[in-house]
């Protein structure tokens, strides 16, 4: 019932703007467009102002519908504000007011929202107004996702090949891809790049977009990044996601092969293990073949490498590989060299050989030489010291030390770990040579003492070695040590005069002696000169240390018979310890331990030997 009654009432308020149209305006002012997300609100506002006061208002919202017909969704005047039932708004929209107008609230906008909004304000006699504002709504498209075509494209096609798809999914307007090649934006050409868009739009309302690259590919695309980027309008702006970057596998001919040594580094020497590798430029890698420069047969190798194990000089030369190219016309082959030289370095020979006699005074000149290709270097040793530089070794005024072995090692400076060596003996012939045979021995010993002589001497042959001993038949040698052209003696004897000793050294190029000169002491003299300074102070020490045990133990005896009332000292009623016949009597003196009595009789100065009964009454006085 109500409702005839509203559109009465509205007719009578459209007759009256009618009539007083001429005389009142409105000013209404509404936005052209307003943009909003997907799933929020939209705030629409109607703001209206009249050039008179009007005695009523009227405000009432309008959307297009199906068709271009206006729908309305909501009516307000001075008595009402309602929201029309039945329409798809009916339970979304809502309507404040205020002094400057109306605003319409549009809760949880749907796609279908993309739609014009009018609002239509009357005022009566004061005016009459409407307007518009269209809706914009907004739904961000998911992240692009890109795929390369995983088997690979050969650069020997006649047109361009896809090799990659991008696509993103659900988004409102229609998104936009572009591709690019290294972050630099690839747009289609005839016989170069073709992109095929295919748009579907799903039942939500939402775009689907997917796009294939279709691209004539080169060799220089092998490292080359492609990528792709979605564009989609967002309210106010235009937003981009790009997707990661795809490599794709370009199939191209060999048009060149590198060729270089792997293994050992710098020069290649006798016994080194040698590693060569060869490698194409095309891809797939084409076989390689290897085989020596003027020979027919090939090489073992695998994968594009060559090993040649413990290497000799039979093995330098020049070494090729090739590779047959079956994607080039004529199936073109390509191929490189390079050439390989094993260095050497022979045994060393030395001259003289093995060994080699001298004589004492005379020289000698040794080499030591060994063939190599490369500059060498020689270093002379002698019992692990260096001895000379230089392959050639000089021996001057030869002397027993100049014997022994001498050593020589060539090396080659360039080429660490290429060595070689040998040797020679040296033997140096002579008479004998006692070690300060120059020098006079002279000793000087008290009689029945012992003296030990040592005698060292060298020569080669190795000399014989003798004692002669004069003035003292108590004699023999107690040490005897032999080597090669040494012989050590050590010979003791026992002094009873004057003795003159020689050790006689004799091979067949001669005799040296050695002399010792001693002289004898006999045994109360005290000796003027002593052997050797450490004899001297043992004797004093071992003599100070008897005097002091001595006098500690004399001090303890006659302290202990003091205890005992033995000695007067002083003393009354003690007896007295010599006798009244001092100048013939012998002195006795008692003296006795804790547990003894054993008596110590001292003879007289002047006096006779006692007899045993004259002891022992002594001894019970």
Same mark, same amino acid.
């Given at each position: 019932?109500?409702?005839?009654?509203?559109?009465?009432?509205?007719?009578?308020?459209?007759?009256? *703007?009618?009539?007083?149209?001429?005389?009142?305006?409105?000013?209404?002012?509404?936005?052209?467009?307003?943009?909003?997300?997907?799933?929020?609100?939209?705030?629409?506002?109607?703001?209206?102002?009249?050039?008179?006061?009007?005695?009523?208002?009227? %405000?009432?919202?309008?959307?297009?519908?199906?068709?271009?017909?206006?729908?309305?969704?909501?009516?307000?005047?001075?008595?009402?504000?309602?929201?029309?039932?039945?329409?798809?708004?009916?339970?979304?929209?809502?309507?404040?007011?205020?002094?400057?107008?109306?605003?319409?609230?549009?809760?949880?906008?749907?796609?279908?929202?993309?739609?014009?909004?009018?609002?239509?304000?009357?005022?009566?006699?004061?005016?009459?107004?409407?307007?518009?504002?269209?809706?914009?709504?907004?739904?961000?498209?998911?992240?692009?996702?890109?795929?390369?075509?995983?088997?690979?494209?050969?650069?020997?096609?006649?047109?361009?090949?896809?090799? *990659?798809?991008?696509?993103?999914?659900?988004?409102?307007?229609?998104?936009?891809?572009?591709?690019?090649?290294?972050?630099?934006?690839?747009?289609?050409?005839?016989?170069?790049?073709?992109?095929?868009?295919?748009?579907?739009?799903?039942?939500?309302?939402?775009?689907? %977009?997917?796009?294939?690259?279709?691209?004539?590919?080169?060799?220089?695309?092998?490292?080359?990044?492609?990528?792709?980027?979605?564009?989609?309008?967002?309210?106010?702006?235009?937003?981009?996601?790009?997707?990661?970057?795809?490599?794709?596998?370009?199939?191209?001919?060999?048009?060149?092969?590198?060729?270089?040594?792997?293994?050992?580094?710098?020069?290649?020497?006798?016994?080194?293990?040698?590693?060569?590798?060869?490698?194409?430029?095309? /891809?797939?890698?084409?076989?390689?073949?290897?085989?020596?420069?003027?020979?027919? %047969?090939?090489?073992?190798?695998?994968?594009?490498?060559?090993?040649?194990?413990?290497?000799?000089?039979?093995?330098?030369?020049?070494?090729?590989?090739?590779?047959? /190219?079956?994607?080039?016309?004529?199936?073109?082959?390509?191929?490189?060299?390079?050439?390989?030289?094993? #260095?050497?370095?022979?045994?060393?020979?030395?001259?003289?050989?093995?060994?080699?006699?001298?004589?004492?005074?005379?020289?000698?000149?040794? $080499?030591?030489?060994?063939?190599?290709?490369?500059?060498?270097?020689?270093?002379?040793?002698?019992?692990?010291?260096?001895?000379?530089?230089?392959?050639?070794?000089?021996?001057?005024?030869?002397?027993?030390?100049? *014997?022994?072995?001498?050593?020589?090692?060539?090396?080659?400076?360039?080429?660490?770990?290429?060595?070689?060596?040998?040797?020679?003996?040296?033997?140096? #012939?002579?008479?004998?040579?006692?070690?300060?045979?120059? +020098?006079?021995?002279?000793?000087?010993?008290?009689?029945?003492?012992?003296?030990?002589?040592?005698?060292?001497?060298?020569?080669?042959? +190795?000399?014989?070695?003798?004692?002669?001993?004069?003035?003292?038949?108590?004699?023999?040698?107690?040490?005897?040590?032999?080597?090669?052209?040494?012989?050590?003696?050590?010979?003791?004897?026992?002094?009873?005069?004057?003795?003159?000793?020689?050790?006689?050294?004799?091979?067949?190029?001669?005799?040296?002696?050695?002399?010792?000169?001693?002289?004898?002491?006999?045994?109360?003299?005290?000796?003027?000169?002593?052997?050797?300074?450490?004899?001297?102070?043992?004797?004093?020490?071992?003599?100070?240390?008897?005097?002091?045990?001595?006098?500690?133990?004399?001090?303890?005896?006659?302290?202990?018979?003091?205890?005992?009332?033995?000695?007067?000292?002083?003393?009354?009623?003690?007896?007295?310890?010599?006798?009244?016949?001092? /100048?013939?009597?012998?002195?006795?003196?008692?003296?006795?331990?804790?547990? $003894?009595?054993?008596?110590?009789?001292?003879?007289? %100065?002047?006096?006779?030997?006692?007899?045993?009964?004259?002891?022992?009454?002594?001894?019970?006085?």
């Amino acid at each position: 019932m109500a409702r005839p009654h509203t559109s009465l009432l509205l007719f009578a308020f459209q007759l009256c *703007a009618f009539s007083w149209q001429a005389r009142a305006l409105v000013d209404l002012r509404m936005e052209d467009t307003l943009e909003v997300y997907m799933g929020e609100s939209a705030e629409i506002p109607c703001l209206y102002t009249f050039t008179s006061e009007p005695s009523m208002v009227m %405000v009432q919202w309008f959307v297009r519908g199906p068709g271009g017909n206006r729908v309305r969704i909501s009516y307000s005047d001075l008595t009402m504000q309602k929201v029309d039932e039945n329409t798809s708004y009916s339970n979304r929209i809502s309507v404040r007011s205020n002094k400057d107008g109306e605003i319409l609230t549009v809760q949880d906008i749907m796609l279908s929202d993309e739609k014009e909004f009018f609002c239509q304000v009357s005022g009566m006699a004061a005016g009459n107004g409407e307007g518009k504002t269209l809706l914009k709504v907004f739904d961000p498209p998911e992240p692009p996702v890109i795929e390369g075509i995983l088997t690979g494209v050969y650069v020997s096609g006649d047109g361009p090949s896809k090799i *990659a798809s991008c696509e993103t999914r659900d988004g409102f307007p229609k998104p936009n891809i572009t591709w690019y090649r290294d972050h630099i934006a690839i747009y289609p050409a005839i016989g170069l790049v073709n992109i095929v868009t295919l748009v579907t739009k799903e039942s939500s309302g939402l775009y689907t %977009v997917q796009s294939d690259l279709h691209y004539k590919v080169t060799k220089e695309d092998k490292d080359a990044h492609f990528s792709c980027e979605v564009s989609y309008f967002v309210p106010g702006t235009v937003s981009m996601s790009e997707s990661k970057g795809v490599n794709i596998t370009v199939y191209y001919p060999t048009t060149s092969i590198e060729m270089w040594r792997e293994s050992p580094e710098g020069f290649v020497k006798e016994g080194d293990t040698v590693e060569i590798r060869c490698q194409g430029d095309g /891809n797939p890698p084409a076989p390689i073949t290897f085989n020596r420069e003027n020979s027919d %047969v090939e090489t073992d190798s695998y994968d594009g490498v060559l090993i040649l194990k413990e290497v000799s000089r039979a093995d330098s030369g020049v070494y090729e590989c090739h590779s047959l /190219n079956m994607d080039a016309p004529d199936h073109e082959e390509v191929g490189e060299s390079m050439q390989l030289t094993v #260095h050497y370095l022979d045994p060393a020979v030395v001259m003289p050989k093995e060994s080699e006699v001298m004589l004492k005074g005379e020289s000698l000149t040794a $080499t030591c030489n060994a063939l190599s290709s490369l500059e060498t270097s020689t270093v002379w040793f002698k019992d692990g010291v260096m001895a000379e530089k230089g392959h050639i070794l000089q021996l001057h005024d030869a002397t027993f030390d100049t *014997a022994g072995q001498y050593d020589c090692e060539v090396t080659v400076p360039s080429l660490p770990g290429l060595t070689t060596s040998g040797s020679v003996h040296i033997l140096v #012939h002579g008479a004998p040579q006692i070690k300060d045979a120059e +020098r006079e021995i002279e000793l000087t010993e008290k009689v029945g003492g012992w003296v030990n002589l040592t005698c060292e001497v060298r020569g080669v042959p +190795r000399p014989v070695v003798t004692w002669s001993i004069s003035g003292s038949q108590s004699w023999r040698e107690v040490v005897k040590r032999e080597t090669e052209d040494q012989v050590y003696s050590i010979a003791m004897l026992k002094v009873s005069t004057d003795t003159l000793a020689i050790c006689n050294s004799t091979n067949d190029f001669g005799i040296e002696i050695k002399s010792y000169n001693i002289r004898s002491i006999p045994f109360s003299q005290t000796p003027t000169a002593r052997k050797t300074s450490a004899d001297n102070s043992g004797v004093i020490i071992v003599v100070i240390i008897v005097s002091i045990l001595l006098l500690a133990i004399l001090g303890s005896v006659f302290y202990f018979l003091y205890k005992k009332g033995k000695l007067p000292c002083g003393r009354s009623g003690k007896q007295e310890i010599t006798k009244e016949k001092t /100048n013939k009597d012998d002195i006795v003196v008692e003296m006795k331990a804790n547990k $003894t009595e054993d008596s110590v009789l001292l003879k007289a %100065v002047n006096g006779d030997k006692k007899t045993a009964t004259d002891q022992n009454t002594a001894l019970s006085s």
